[in-house]
Nanobody, 123 residues
């Protein structure tokens, strides 16, 4: 099984980035996938997840209204569109499988995650 995150980079404050997560060994119709971020020495912060059962999206309060999660079941890929990026969004973003995607997902340890992609927001 593998979750391959990509799309990170350097962007100015207020800019946008779109992350992609190519999933293999997982099925978007069955597995709840999402994103968390964590830098060296920092605590993990759940960012967003999307429910496999109904496609409902959940977001951390810190990104609500700025980030949008989506999925392409044909490509077995999950996306995270990030807009109005702020300096505090700088982090390593990981694609992850959650046991359950619903309210409170942010506090749960993901079941599995892959390698991360660095997002750096500059002023």
């Amino acid at each position: 099984v593998q979750l391959q995150a990509s799309g990170g980079g350097l962007v100015q404050s207020g800019g946008s980035l779109k992350l992609s997560c190519a999933a293999s060994g997982f099925t978007l119709d069955r597995d709840d996938l999402g994103w968390f971020r964590q830098g060296p020495g920092k605590e993990r912060e759940g960012v967003s997840c999307i429910s496999s059962s109904d496609g409902r999206a959940y977001y951390a309060d810190s990104v609500k209204g700025r980030f949008t999660i989506s999925r392409d079941r044909r490509k077995n890929t999950v996306y995270l569109q990030m807009t109005d990026l702020k300096l505090e969004d700088t982090d390593i973003y990981y694609c992850a499988k959650y046991d359950v995607c619903d309210y409170g997902f942010e506090a749960r340890r993901p079941h599995y995650w892959g390698s991360g992609t660095q997002v750096t927001v500059s002023s």
